[in-house]
């Protein structure tokens, strides 16, 4: 036996294998109890918002339109702008937030998709490089990782959401998801039944825009939004 074969051997033993085709121990069963617990309906709410937190996301929650209105103009006054993009999400048109923000005496560029009415697509999509925050609903709110998940069937297009410094999602409680398995299986389903659910392109969003790079010094806002916030809107408020 040579020298090689010799040392092989050696680590062979070590290992508990011998032989010519030495066949490893199977490794003992992962135990992932524990490791992400499911989460109770009445947990989501607060487990989503300290996530969010965690990430550099504000959240907020109102239950009325007038608090709606305190908290857009406060968010707003702090970062300093007067004009809004805002995407065409059904919960933004329920709400009228496009008029809120009007009287508020805010510049607004919205688009519903339709041919009059609204302002068009190139121009939403040239203003959310240019105004200070863009506003949009989310499809489901991801309580385990503090995560919004937005998509394009509901928005219209996501750059309304990446874009601009500020970003800030509405959403309803209904909306809160325990899990991405849970979100993922709501996702695949279709409005209609027997018919495959439409192509759409989904955002999956954790706090603020973050990167470190080379030297490890974190700084928010080099590729997207700097201020993430996310309202609950309570089902009572519209």
């Not at 993009?85 to 009287?103: F, G, H, I, K």
């Not at 991405?180 to 659910?197: H, K, T």
């Not at 954790?206 to 590729?223: F, N």
Request: proline residues 6%; aromatic residues 4%.
């Amino acid at each position: 036996m040579s020298s090689k074969e010799e040392m092989l051997e050696r680590v062979r033993k070590a290992l508990g294998r011998s032989g010519e085709n030495p066949q490893p121990h199977p490794p003992p069963p992962l135990d992932l109890g524990g490791v992400m617990p499911p989460l109770a309906p009445e947990d989501y709410q607060s487990k989503f918002e300290g996530e969010w937190e965690k990430a550099g996301g504000i959240a907020y929650s109102v239950s009325s339109v007038a608090e709606l209105d305190a908290v857009l103009q406060k968010i707003l006054e702090l970062a300093g702008t007067q004009a809004v993009a805002l995407s065409r999400n059904p919960l933004l048109e329920e709400l009228r937030v496009a008029d809120r923000l009007t009287a508020l005496g805010k510049f607004v560029t919205t688009w519903s998709g339709a041919t009059l009415g609204s302002d068009s697509l190139l121009d939403l999509y040239k203003a959310s490089f240019g105004v200070g925050a863009g506003i949009t609903g989310v499809e489901y709110v991801l309580a385990e990782s503090g995560s919004i998940v937005l998509t394009s069937a509901t928005e219209g297009i996501q750059v309304v959401s990446l874009a601009p410094p500020v970003h800030i999602a509405l959403y309803r409680r209904r909306q809160l998801a325990g899990s991405l398995d849970e979100v993922l299986e709501r996702l695949a389903r279709s409005e209609l039944a027997g018919q495959p659910a439409p192509g759409r392109s989904v955002v999956i969003i954790t706090g603020t825009s973050r990167t470190a790079d080379i030297e490890q010094i974190l700084i928010r806002g080099v590729h997207g939004p700097s201020q993430t916030h996310a309202i609950l809107v309570a089902d009572a408020c519209g």
